[in-house]
Each structure stands twice: as structure tokens, then as C-alpha cells.
């Protein structure tokens, strides 16, 4: 009998076990160690969600993991290759339909893409959409320079929300596969694809130990503030305290680095990593290749078809 291990929703939850009339009142500032620390739980948390949203019985976590990585794969290039915007919203429309069909919460995704999409690319975006880096027709007047009208252009805004678009769908496809899909079978199905076994080694180690030491800086945090009387202060001590425990932090990863390695040769480690059952394809996933080839194709014939 198969049986499902589920996070448990308080521990998921933000500021779990604090009651909300704790919340009310003066705020004090807070320490930039505990601001890490929070961050650090935060990252936590979020990886557990991933853990727990690519274990419910949905429609892309009943792929087997290289036929949903080669099929999300073969979408993210066909956005690569659409130059129109409504042929990227269709597909865009498209991740939204698997994500929903998955059981992924619509307001976790939606949140994961557009909170990193509007920093890293509308920054690069903005200058293109200027008539001092794109000419074209000024549709929107900031200033005047020799008698001449600049601003943003219709040509630099269709630009930036074609690139926007693009950016957007390939994202949407990436975190689609992270999170119905187990760090380990996703790791595993990259090498069955010919990934570097040392790239696969290294990406698999850094992700199992980061939470470990992440761990070790918590209970190293947690022990000051037990020993510290009254509230936490920002000096010269505390920056001590940070470089002490990084340095302190640094030494205990080298230690622990040479005794994993020296665990992993004595049960047989020769430099390639085992994988003990690999899922063979069903017919689902044949289904589920032919869907995806079909779309892309559609959507490139359709594109060419109206001059897109």
C-alpha cells in the first residue's frame, strides 16, 4: 500500500504559532541577523511547499519525470520561436490550464512568476521603450529636447511586452516543472538526458546540505539569543558575532564535506550516482508528447499563417 507523507499546514503557514493580536502595536526594528535567518526559513518553506505540491495527484505529476521535462522543454523553445504576442499569451494560457489541472494553488504560481519577472526583466526592459533608445511613433511625452518629443514609443512597447511575454511563458513552463516534480527524479531524469554527472553531483549535494548548514546557523542564532538579556542591538559585538559564525560556519563545512565523502567510498561511491527505480513511460505520457508536439506546431503554423 502506498501511502502519501503531507506537510503539515502549520508548518507551511507565515509566522506559524504566533497569534495575531501579537502582530498589533509598535513594530521594533529588527536585527539584520534575524532578517537572514528569516529569509533562510522563508527559502525553507517554500522548498517544503514544492516537496508538497509535486506529491498531490495531479496531471503533470503523474508524468514520468524525462517525458515531462523533454515535453515543458520543447514548449519553452517553441517560445523562443513565436514572435507574436497573442501566440505567447495562448501559450502562457497554456501553463495556467496544466497548473490548474496539476492542483497547483493559482495564487502561489502566479506569485512565484510575476515577483521575479517585473524586477530582473522589466528593469532591462524600460530603457528600450524610450524613443532615445527605440525610435518610433511617441505615444506617451516626457520631455522635450531641441523641439523634438521623447518618450515611450509604440515600437519599444511592443517590443518590451513581446520580450516580457516570452520571458513570462518560460518561466511559468520552468516552475511548472519544479514544483510537481521531486528535486531527485528531476535531477535523475537530467542525467537520462545526458546532463554531466559531475554538474548532476554537485547541484544534488549543494541542495541536500544547504537546508543542513541553514540548520546549523539557526541553532548557532537561537544559542546567542538565549544567552542574551534584553533586546538585540546592532554594534560592533553583533557583527563579530557574524563573522565568528561564518568563519565557525566555513570550518564545519569543510569538515563535514570530507567526512560525506569519505561515507559515500566506503558504500561504493566511483563517481556516478545510482539511481535504484527508474519509472518507465505509459501511455499517458505518450499522450501527453503527442498534446505537446501538436501545440507547438499549431502554434507556429498558425502564427506563420496570419503573418505573426
Not at 234 to 250: E, P, Q
Given at each position: 500500500m502506498t501511502t502519501t507523507a503531507r506537510t503539515p499546514d502549520w508548518l507551511l503557514a507565515q509566522d506559524a504559532g504566533i497569534c495575531p493580536c501579537a502582530r498589533s502595536g509598535r513594530r521594533r526594528k529588527v536585527s539584520f541577523v534575524r532578517k537572514t535567518l528569516t529569509g533562510g526559513s522563508?527559502?525553507?518553506?517554500?522548498?517544503?511547499?514544492?516537496?508538497?505540491?509535486?506529491?498531490?495527484?495531479g496531471l503533470l505529476q503523474r508524468l514520468e519525470p524525462r517525458v515531462k521535462l523533454l515535453g515543458l522543454l520543447a514548449l519553452v523553445v517553441t517560445a523562443a520561436f513565436l514572435?507574436?504576442?497573442?501566440?505567447?499569451?495562448?501559450?502562457?494560457?497554456?501553463?495556467?490550464?496544466?497548473?490548474?489541472?496539476?492542483?497547483?494553488?493559482?495564487?502561489?504560481?502566479?506569485?512565484?512568476?510575476?515577483?521575479?519577472?517585473?524586477?530582473?526583466?522589466?528593469?532591462?526592459?524600460?530603457?528600450?521603450?524610450?524613443?532615445?533608445?527605440?525610435?518610433?511613433?511617441?505615444?506617451?511625452?516626457?520631455?522635450?529636447?531641441?523641439?523634438?518629443?521623447h518618450g515611450f514609443t509604440s515600437q519599444g512597447l511592443t517590443s518590451a511586452a513581446l520580450v516580457l511575454s516570452r520571458v513570462t511563458t518560460s518561466v511559468s513552463l520552468v516552475v511548472l516543472l519544479t514544483l510537481s516534480t521531486p528535486w531527485t527524479r528531476l535531477l535523475a531524469s537530467l542525467r537520462a538526458l545526458g546532463v554531466p554527472r559531475m554538474f548532476i553531483l554537485i547541484i544534488g549535494m549543494a541542495y541536500r546540505y544547504l537546508f543542513l548548514l541553514l540548520a546549523s546557523v539557526t541553532d548557532m542564532y537561537q544559542a546567542r539569543a538565549s544567552r542574551t538579556i534584553g533586546s538585540e542591538k546592532?554594534?560592533?559585538?553583533?557583527?563579530?558575532?557574524?563573522?565568528?559564525?561564518?568563519?565557525?560556519?566555513?570550518g564545519r563545512t569543510m569538515a563535514m564535506s570530507e567526512e560525506v565523502h569519505q561515507a559515500m567510498t566506503a558504500r561504493g561511491y566511483r563517481g556516478d550516482a545510482k539511481v535504484l527505480a527508474q519509472p518507465r513511460p505509459a501511455v499517458t505520457d505518450l499522450v501527453f508528447a503527442i498534446a505537446v508536439a501538436?501545440?507547438?506546431?499549431?502554434?507556429?503554423?498558425?502564427?506563420r499563417a496570419l503573418g505573426g
Open positions: 522563508d527559502l525553507l518553506r517554500q522548498v517544503m511547499f514544492s516537496d508538497e505540491t509535486s506529491s498531490r495527484p514572435r507574436s504576442i497573442p501566440a505567447l499569451l495562448a501559450l502562457y494560457a497554456l501553463t495556467l490550464v496544466l497548473a490548474a489541472l496539476s492542483r497547483l494553488p493559482l495564487r502561489f504560481f502566479l506569485l512565484r512568476v510575476w515577483l521575479f519577472v517585473p524586477i530582473f526583466s522589466g528593469i532591462v526592459l524600460i530603457p528600450a521603450t524610450l524613443s532615445v533608445v527605440t525610435e518610433g511613433d511617441v505615444v506617451w511625452t516626457l520631455w522635450h529636447w531641441h523641439g523634438k518629443a546592532h554594534d560592533r559585538k553583533a557583527r563579530a558575532f557574524v563573522a565568528a559564525s561564518a568563519g565557525a560556519l566555513f501538436l501545440v507547438a506546431a499549431g502554434l507556429l503554423i498558425a502564427e
